[in-house]
Nanobody, 123 residues
């Protein structure tokens, strides 16, 4: 059983940066693909980014390309999401997820989800 705990959210002005972290426990972290998703009020959850086991495979949603960077540190059992040039429309609860399959993570299929961390971007 994998447990995921997100951190690093907060309130930031437009144009600012945040780095989210997701710490994993209870499983072999290096065998899981990891993903970040977000859900804004009144909207469905959407894919943000995914990274494969070794970090060699990475995918981004079009709306974050060039602004967000996903990375992982298998020694620390942690995946990160560096968010730069934040916009008010990036305001959402950000969740991380884990799954052995990168294709599954990309479409949001996962048995393991964190509880989320709130990101609020003011204009």
């Amino acid at each position: 059983q994998v447990q995921l705990v997100e951190s690093g959210g907060g309130l930031v002005q437009a144009g600012g940066s945040l780095r989210l972290s997701c710490a994993a426990s209870g499983g072999t972290f290096s065998t899981y693909a990891m993903g970040w998703f977000r859900q804004a009020p009144g909207k469905e959850r959407e894919f943000v980014a995914a990274i494969g086991w070794s970090g060699g495979i990475i995918y981004y949603a079009e709306f974050v390309k060039g602004r967000f960077t996903i990375s992982r540190d298998n020694a620390k059992n942690t995946v990160y999401l560096q968010m730069n040039s934040l916009k008010p429309e990036d305001t959402a609860v950000y969740y991380c997820a884990a799954d052995p399959s990168v294709p599954s993570i990309r479409i949001g299929i996962s048995n393991y989800w964190g509880r989320g961390t709130q990101v609020t971007v003011s204009s």
